[in-house]
């Protein structure tokens, strides 16, 4: 792949501009550096959470609204999740819901309006919760929230020992052989959903000249490293340099889930069967190399016991890259796999090194003990891009 | 005599596990992992804390080194040989003759002050650099990062994440070189 020279225009549009950022997520950005000076935050009480939903049923016009059963959900990094049983006239038996909703700043700051438009167009064509309430702006519950239907499974087998956090180190052991087909089926059903077709009106295709799918994930992360970051470090200097020197074109424009890993899908352990494939809050239109590269990331997989590692803990590097080929009938290129390596290593440089630190900092979160945990390995994703770039690990 | 910073890392970490969060109740997942957690970080406290000002001294001056071989090759146009000039004034003005200040306070503001004349150079590189400074900038980043990232992954080996961190050597090695 050759690379383009900085500052010359495609199409009319400069692939060296900065700004250029998908509309909705440039709204997102100028929302994080608003809410950031309103801490610090503390996690929501039971009580809070119970009255916000109270106030939003109302509003629905329900009757008799009784929120039970409420239980806080632990193990992510992002947002402040809960499971509770809504009781209304109305309803015969109580429903079972699960609420995500916003801290005042995550690890990741997104759309809860995004993540609901995703979940809804490609329930269907993946297993995924059902959207039944969403409170965009958190005028019932304080903050942006979004409610679906409980789905029963699991993220990690229940006997699993690992103490990793976000689902990071999960081994399925015997479980591995039946989920491994499901897990690719649905990444490449995913990537063949016909998004052109479906009513997402919070994203926008980069459609607008060939490098835009690239230069749009490299100028939001970019910017949020340029907003968040305590200090420089000179690897992210020339990664930054380099992305915009190497942003490759796409002309097969996918829905991308973008957080497709380990930890973040659901499965029954009786029958194997993935029951729900989570964490839609980073979708957008672009390349399928980004999702294809996520898979492969080291963080996200394990070295199983004959000392080979494992994408997510279910397939070697190229087996499942050549199954993924094979089912999708799409050709992997190298160097734009190779790019978007980079990019997915350095969006996680950007999580744990300037989104976790600094949201720490500030006390903005639910979990800062977490996040200030979580940044210690910022290091092994920056070890992964001096090799990605061409430089010599030291070992 | 005072009570070490030792001796009371132990007695948090052993007041956590055996009394704070055997007493939170069961269902709450939230403060038991941020308990853990807890325990977690006071570990690796007792690993780092006596070996914490070694280790940014080691690392600023392989920073101090990084910026030296830049303003060394630089070439190219007005803006990078402005943004090389700037860099060597910061070197001059905070590490004369490549010293590591003694106080962690002080290397942590030459490290940040470092940093960002460093990214200065390299976006200035995007616009008029020599072709020789844009692959030698490259490569000098790169032979820094390398190493900055092993000696990195090994300070934070006992956290449990890094897939390959059997590989890797002590802290004490690491600091001493023998790694």
């Known amino acids: 792949m050759a690379a383009s020279p900085v500052g010359t225009a495609f199409d009319g549009a400069s692939v060296a501009d900065p700004d250029d950022i998908e509309p909705r997520v440039k709204e997102i950005l100028a929302r994080t550096l608003r809410r ?19 106030r939003l049923f109302a509003a629905k016009g329900y009757r008799n609204v009784r929120i039970e059963q409420m239980k806080r959900l632990a193990g992510g990094a992002s947002k402040e999740m809960f ?58 519950l304080g903050q942006s929230g979004v409610i679906t239907s409980f789905v029963g499974g699991v993220t990690k087998p229940s006997d699993h020992s690992g103490k990793g956090v976000s689902g990071i180190g999960t081994n399925y052991g015997s479980a591995a052989t039946g989920i491994a087909p499901q897990f690719l089926n649905n990444l490449v059903a995913i990537h063949n959903f016909d998004w052109r077709s479906a009513h997402l009106p919070s994203f926008t295709a980069p459609s607008a000249y060939p490098k835009q799918a690239a230069l749009w994930q490299t100028n939001w992360y970019v910017r949020i490293w340029e907003q968040t970051a305590p200090e420089a470090i000179p690897l992210v200097s020339l990664i930054h340099r380099w992305l915009r020197e190497n942003a490759p074109e796409c002309h097969d424009l996918c829905f991308i889930h973008a957080d497709y890993r380990m930890g973040n899908f659901m499965f029954d352990e009786r029958s194997g069967e993935m029951t729900a494939v989570l964490d839609w809050e980073l ?44 089912l999708s009938g799409r050709t992997i290129d190298p160097e734009t796999l190779r790019y978007y390596e980079v990019v997915n290593a350095w969006k996680s440089v950007v999580h744990t090194f300037a989104s976790c630190l600094r949201v720490a900092k ?34 | ?40 970080h006071l570990g690796l406290l007792a690993r780092h804390w006596d070996k914490a000002l070694a280790y940014d001294t080691l690392c600023l001056g392989e920073l101090i080194r990084l910026a030296k071989r830049l303003c060394d090759e630089a070439s190219g146009g007005p803006r990078t ?31 940040v002050a470092l940093a960002a004349g460093i990214d200065h150079l390299v976006r200035a590189t995007e ?30 080996a006992d956290a449990g994440m890094d897939p ?16």
Not at chain 1, 383 to 393: M, P, Q, S
Request: glycine share 8%; hydrophobic share 40%.
């Open chain 1, 36 to 54: 950031r000076a309103q801490g610090p935050y503390s996690a929501r009480t039971d009580r809070q959470v119970g009255e916000g939903l109270e």
């Open chain 2, 127 to 156: 616009v008029d650099s020599s072709a020789a400074f844009h692959a030698g900038s490259a490569k000098a980043i790169l032979d820094h990062a390398a190493l900055q990232a092993w000696r990195d992954r090994v300070w934070f």
């Open chain 1, 283 to 326: 979708a957008h239109v672009g390349d399928f190399h980004e999702d294809v590269a996520y898979v492969t990331q080291k963080l996200f997989g394990l070295v199983n016991e004959n000392g080979q590692f494992m994408c997510c803990g279910l397939f070697p590097r190229e087996e499942f890259l050549d199954r993924y080929q094979e």
């Open chain 2, 1 to 40: 005599m005072t009570p070490s910073i030792e001796l009371r890392i132990q007695t948090m970490m052993k007041a956590m596990t055996e009394v704070i969060l055997p007493a939170i109740e069961s269902g709450n997942d939230l403060a038991r992992e941020q308990g853990q957690l807890m325990i977690a």
């Open chain 1, 83 to 140: 499971c509770f049983s809504l009781h209304r006239d109305g309803l015969e038996t109580p429903e079972r819901l699960v609420l995500r909703m916003d801290p005042l700043e995550s690890i990741v700051e997104t759309s809860r309006q995004r993540e609901a438009e995703a979940i809804t167009a490609l329930r269907g064509t993946v297993p995924t919760p059902e959207v039944r309430y969403l409170d965009e702006e958190g005028e019932f």
């Open chain 2, 81 to 111: 040989t402005a943004a090389a000039a700037a860099l060597r004034e910061l070197l001059h003005s905070h590490a004369p003759d490549g010293a590591v200040p003694a106080t962690q306070a002080r290397i942590n503001e030459v490290r």
């Open chain 1, 362 to 395: 500030e006390g903005n979160n639910h979990q800062d003990i977490l996040l200030s945990w979580l940044a210690s390995v910022g290091h092994i994703f920056l070890n992964d891009i001096v090799g990605y770039l061409g430089g010599e690990k030291h070992a």
């Open chain 2, 164 to 179: 390959e961190r059997a590989g890797l050597p002590s802290i004490e090695a690491m600091l001493t070189g023998a790694g």
